[in-house]
């Protein structure tokens, strides 16, 4: 067996999200689809650093698999690239050491969301952007994001569907960019793990923490009051894309691969 390390894009329009579900297009069904076809009917599992909801899209998800056999990793590039949709690309394969697991190795992660602030819906960014028509203090917006910065209880800002009872997450970074060209701000966060529809919960907070229907500071009170119910909204899936997976250098998992044996 050999273990690869993939990173990969995808537009997340088409697909049912990124895990395997019955009857339903995702991202881990294609994936998987292909390597079977590549192994000649063995079955290889996908372990990817997370799932990304229906629509939600990737610029640099990464997966991790055993393979059955040793392809070059610039030829197991090519050969997945060969049997991807459209909507899907391969960016990058290396082979790495058996310890590297996609999800448990990964050690931070970054977000970016995007929303369109046009007065109407554009028919070529609706897929790609939230969509926000009302009026917004950026640097409002900007300063209340230094408070999302540490370690906080995100309880407020986690979904009633997800699993994971410590709600507990530190932000490294949340920042929001104004592109007036385009008419589109740029959010990005960057922590060391998000709660199911996290990111979505953060920026629809924001826009209102901008259009004044929240304090400048209401983050800080969503933290204490520990109630979803009071964050609200929930930005567009559309808009969300997961930017980029951090891990440990290859040096430090070859070491911990060692010491297991």
Same mark, same amino acid.
Request: charged fraction near 15%; avoid cysteine.
């Given at each position: 067996m050999t273990t690869y390390r993939v990173t990969l894009a995808y537009d997340g329009t088409n697909f049912a999200g990124y895990q395997v579900q019955p009857k339903q297009r995702t991202v881990?069904?294609?994936?998987?689809?292909?390597?079977?076809?590549?192994?000649?009917?063995?079955?290889?599992?996908?372990? +990817?650093?997370?799932?990304?909801? &229906?629509?939600?899209? /990737? %610029?640099?998800?990464?997966?991790?698999?055993?393979?059955? +056999?040793?392809?070059?990793?610039? &030829?197991?590039?090519? /050969? %997945?690239?060969?049997l991807m949709p459209l909507d899907i690309e391969i960016l990058n394969a290396e082979i790495v050491p058996e310890a590297f697991h996609a999800r448990y190795s990964a050690v931070g992660k970054r977000y970016m969301y995007k929303v369109a602030r046009g007065r109407y819906t554009d028919p070529f960014k609706r897929l790609y952007t939230g969509h926000y028509p009302y009026p917004l203090d950026v640097d409002k917006i900007k300063i209340a994001l230094k408070d999302l910065e540490g370690t906080h209880d995100f309880t407020s800002f986690a979904a009633s569907g997800g699993v994971i009872v410590d709600k507990v997450r530190t932000i490294y970074e949340a920042t929001v960019t104004e592109d007036q060209a385009n008419n589109e701000l740029t959010f990005e966060f960057y922590g060391n793990g998000f709660l199911y529809n996290m990111v979505r919960i953060l920026v629809a907070t924001a826009l209102e923490i901008g259009n004044g229907r929240r304090d400048q500071h209401d983050f800080l009170r969503l933290f204490e009051v520990k109630d979803r119910q009071q964050a609200r909204g929930t930005a567009p899936a559309s808009g969300l894309y997961l930017k980029e997976v951090y891990y440990p250098s290859l040096d430090e998992i070859a070491k911990e691969t060692r010491k297991s044996h």
């Open positions: 881990q069904g294609v994936l998987e689809k292909a390597l079977t076809k590549m192994t000649k009917g063995t079955h290889v599992h996908v372990d +990817g650093s997370g799932r990304t909801d &229906s629509g939600v899209h /990737a %610029l640099g998800q990464v997966i991790s698999f055993d393979y059955p +056999g040793m392809i070059p990793a610039p &030829s197991m590039l090519r /050969a %997945l690239n060969s």
